[in-house]
């Protein structure tokens, strides 16, 4: 097997001249014959909530604009899109992301992942929910954010494939796997449905995120953007250069296996071999991941029982329907009363309810813990 190759680059600031030269060499050099002959493209940034660029929870707009004009000046469809963790509405986070201004200044399709359907799918007996979008677009550009994270202690390109499960499944999958080792599982079950549809990850990591990541942590400097058609290989060489080793990472090895890749065989660029960035604080993450890394399962059973959540339609229903209509697994049913009610057995925490009701008459009814770990 040919051994990948890690593109990085050393871009000091969000400048769009220099992101838009490194995404044009890397995109020229792709010779997947999907990049001339598909029409649609499906680029996947990291949208875990409404916060704004400079905040380095998100990919930054900047670093979207530029593979955006790359494809428009090959007369591509553009398509961008995510789901959001937590409640909070799309349009809130594209405004807040920047990401609505990119919409109003291009001719592209802001998509929200958790309202385009899904098929469930199954990965060495993993059954998984991916939307429908990602199945919909030839050409899938996958753009992360380069941080630390309390459970998998990184976050790159795989953990970014996450935001391609819709809605609130996301967090369902969380509460069913909330150890390191069994949520590595899942997340290596993904990527084995999704790995034929990438076509190129790139990991924004100009400003990104240590200590607590993937949102609590402190902005940090790296002036790095990194980019590979091998997801493997790139988070390798990302998590290294922040100190962290494979496995820190509890999907690495896994996922470097499924490829048979060897570590060392991994490409880069000459001045950035053996490179360690400086003062990266990995310290809390490494700690709180081992403390999750092997969770009872009396312990897992029990924290499934008091994290729940659901959707609920609130006395601000004005009886318009748009949630029965919208509900895809027909959890949602008109009641004599005349009003709507979620059956919480059926219901597949999709959240669809909550983002089409046009009156904002759906609530979510949180638990205590779940209040705790849903913002």
């Known amino acids: 097997m040919k051994q990948p190759f890690v593109q990085i680059r050393a871009i000091d600031s969000y400048d769009l001249p220099q992101i838009e030269d490194a995404v044009k060499q890397w995109f020229d050099q792709l010779r997947d014959p999907k990049m001339g002959r598909s029409k649609r493209v499906l680029i996947k940034p990291n949208a875990l909530g409404a916060y704004l660029p400079e905040q380095a929870v998100t ?9 955006i004009r790359y494809f428009l000046k090959r007369k591509k469809e553009v398509w961008l ?27 592209i399709k802001l998509v929200n992942l958790s309202t385009a359907g899904y098929r469930e799918l199954k990965y060495d007996g993993i059954p998984i929910k991916i939307s429908e979008a990602l199945f919909q677009c030839g050409i899938v ?26 809605g609130m499944i996301k967090s369902e999958y969380h509460r069913t796997n909330p150890d390191t080792q069994s949520f590595a599982e899942l997340l290596l079950a993904l990527y084995g449905l999704c790995r034929s549809k990438i076509t190129y990850s790139i990991i924004d990591g100009i400003v990104g995120m240590d200590g607590i990541g993937p949102s609590a942590g402190n902005p940090k400097h790296f002036g790095l953007l990194m980019g590979s058609d091998n997801i493997p290989a790139l988070d390798t060489i990302a998590a290294q250069m922040m100190g962290l080793k494979i496995t820190d990472v509890p999907y690495l090895w896994g996922a470097l296996h499924r490829e048979g ?55 601000r229903c004005v009886r318009c329907g748009v949630c029965v209509k919208s509900c895809p697994v027909k959890a949602i049913a008109w009641q ?20 089409l009701c046009p009156t904002q008459a759906i609530d979510i009814h949180k638990s205590f813990v779940a209040r705790r770990f849903l913002k």
């Not at 799309?90 to 990119?102: E, H, P, R």
């Open 59 to 67: 990919t930054h707009p900047i670093v979207l604009e530029a593979i």
């Open 81 to 107: 899109g995510d789901s959001p963790g937590g409640t909070v509405s799309v349009q809130k986070v594209w405004d807040t992301c920047g990401w609505q201004d990119l919409a109003d200044r291009y001719p």
């Open 141 to 166: 550009i996958n753009v992360a954010k380069y941080k630390t994270h309390s459970l998998m202690a990184f976050t790159g390109a795989l953990k970014n494939l996450y935001g391609l499960i819709p």
């Open 261 to 315: 890749i060897l570590p060392s065989r991994i490409h880069v660029p000459h001045s950035f071999i053996n490179h360690r960035l400086a003062d990266v604080d990995i310290r809390v993450v490494k700690m709180r991941k081992e403390g999750l890394k092997y969770m009872p399962k009396i312990l897992r059973y029990a924290f499934r029982q008091v994290y729940y959540y659901y959707p609920e339609v609130s006395e």
């Open 336 to 355: 004599p009363n005349g009003y709507p009610r979620v059956d919480r057995d059926t219901c597949i925490k999709c959240m669809c309810c909550h983002e």
